[in-house]
């Protein structure tokens, strides 16, 4: 069973910057389509940034220009998010994603709060 292990959530002010990491425990394969899903209160949980194996991204529209995924060549399925210029509503719990042969695995989630 696949495990995603997520760090470095936390509470900061507005403009504030914060890291999120995700170590996989998958190590016979590269995984090939990593990413960084949100879920605020009382929302759906929505994509903020994916990333291929190769190296090609995507970004929610909301976060472009402040957020930055990705990957650990020496650790290929590490994946990470930077976040910079965070606002309030960024605020939510975040998760990393995997899909490996089709199936979808899910870390514990990581909260981060913006405060204004």
């Known amino acids: 069973q696949v495990q995603l292990v997520e760090s470095g959530g936390g509470l900061v002010q507005a403009g504030g910057s914060l890291r999120l990491s995700c170590a996989s425990t998958?190590?016979?394969?590269?995984?090939?389509?990593m990413g960084w899903y949100r879920q605020a209160q009382g929302k759906q949980r929505e994509v903020v940034a994916t990333?291929?194996?190769?190296?090609?991204?995507?970004y929610a529209d909301s976060v472009k220009g402040r957020f930055t995924i990705s990957r650990d060549n020496a650790k290929k399925n590490t994946v990470y998010l930077q976040m910079n210029s965070l606002k309030p509503e960024d605020t939510g719990v975040y998760y990393c994603?995997?899909?490996?042969?089709?199936?979808?695995?899910w870390g514990q989630g990581t909260q981060v709060t913006v405060s204004s």
């Open positions: 994603n995997a899909v490996i042969l089709v199936r979808n695995y």
């Open positions: 998958e190590s016979t394969r590269v995984i090939g389509f």
């Open positions: 990333i291929t194996s190769g190296g090609s991204t995507y």
